[in-house]
Structures are given as structure tokens and as C-alpha cells.
């Protein structure tokens, strides 16, 4: 028998499957235990305080909210797995999201997570970029493209997407060049020709 007889990919996916058996809330009763201590979000001061569930409602009518509380966690997407990966490569899970919908129903939404040590602006600047550049793509499905000059929105997303693809790879002067070239890409101040040449000259570490 080898001396260890597992994978790091196998403690990742027995840690997603863990972290996914074990989520609080998994009965309408449990969900009722572990909600009565809890503060309501909505009503927290910037110091953190603020009701309990059970200060602020009738112990009889928090029957309620805890149903749909528990509703709400059987309804939820298993990204356990996402979870274990963002922390084993060491990224934290950002307030930024970016939803595409039609009407009131939302198509595809896209989440992010940053390095501690990437600067706030870098990454304003990330999510910036792919929200231009999704606004952008989405805007030209309701015109007519005269002519493929290589630089139409699709292609702009397309390495915008690559790069991006690419960044978890880079060092730290390369990952500072793709996200400005995602920036460029987005607003229009580079081309498509010009990106791929500034890409070829990026140094990626290998993991």
C-alpha cells in the first residue's frame, strides 16, 4: 500500500461533499433551532447589532420564516466545491456579481473572488472591464454587424474571456498587465491585434 493513497483532487471532493452533507438548516426544524439567536440582517447596526429573530417576532409566528428559510437552503445551488477551491487557491468571494436576465429572470450571473494582496483598484477595474464588456455583446445582439473587421464585440469578448481564463496563472506583473488589458479591451483602447501581442508577452507561472 503507498504510503498515501489519495490525491489533493480527492481531499478537495470529500471536503465539497462534507461541507455540502452538513449545511444547517436541512429540516424545517432545524432550520426553526438555528435561526432563533440569529440576527436579522436587515436591521444590524455597523457595530453588529440589531434583533434577534426571536426579539423581534412572536415565538408563534416564526413557523413562517423558518419554512421558507429552509425552503430557500433546499433550493440552493451545491457550490461546495467552488467553496473549497476558492479557499484552497486562497481567493476570497467578492460582493461584486454581474447578472444577465431577461426581464425578471435572470440567464447566467457571474461571481468573483480576488487575491488578498490584489489591489482594490485591479479589481474594480476587473469587474469593470467584463461588465462593459458583457453590456457591450449584449447590446450589439440588436444590431446589425456590417462587417467582421476583427475587432466586433463577440471577438472583444471572446479574448476578454481568454484572458480571464489565463489570469490564475499569472504572475504578479502578469496578472497586473492582463487585467489592464481587459480594461483596454472593454473601453475600446486597444485592439483586438495589438491585446494578442501584449498577451504573448506575458509571463504565467505554472501551477
Known sequence: ????????????????????????????????????????????????????????????????????????????????????NLGADGLMPSASEITLDAGEQALARVHFAFSPVMPEEMRTNLVEGFEQALADADASLDEPDPQDDGD????????????????RDATDSGEYHAVGLIYDLANGRTTIADARAELAEITFRHV
Open 152 to 167: 466586433a464585440d463577440s471577438n472583444v469578448f471572446e479574448l476578454i474571456s481568454e484572458i480571464a481564463s489565463r489570469l
Open 1 to 84: 500500500m503507498p504510503d498515501r493513497p489519495y490525491t489533493d483532487a480527492d481531499l478537495r471532493a470529500e471536503a465539497a461533499r462534507q461541507l455540502s452533507a452538513h449545511a444547517p438548516g436541512s429540516s424545517p426544524e432545524g432550520a426553526y433551532a438555528a435561526m432563533l439567536d440569529a440576527r436579522i440582517e436587515s436591521t444590524q447596526t455597523p457595530d453588529g447589532r440589531g434583533p434577534t429573530w426571536t426579539e423581534a417576532v412572536d415565538t408563534p409566528d416564526l413557523g413562517a420564516p423558518a419554512a421558507a428559510i429552509h425552503a430557500y437552503i433546499q433550493g440552493a445551488a451545491d457550490v461546495s466545491e467552488w467553496a473549497i
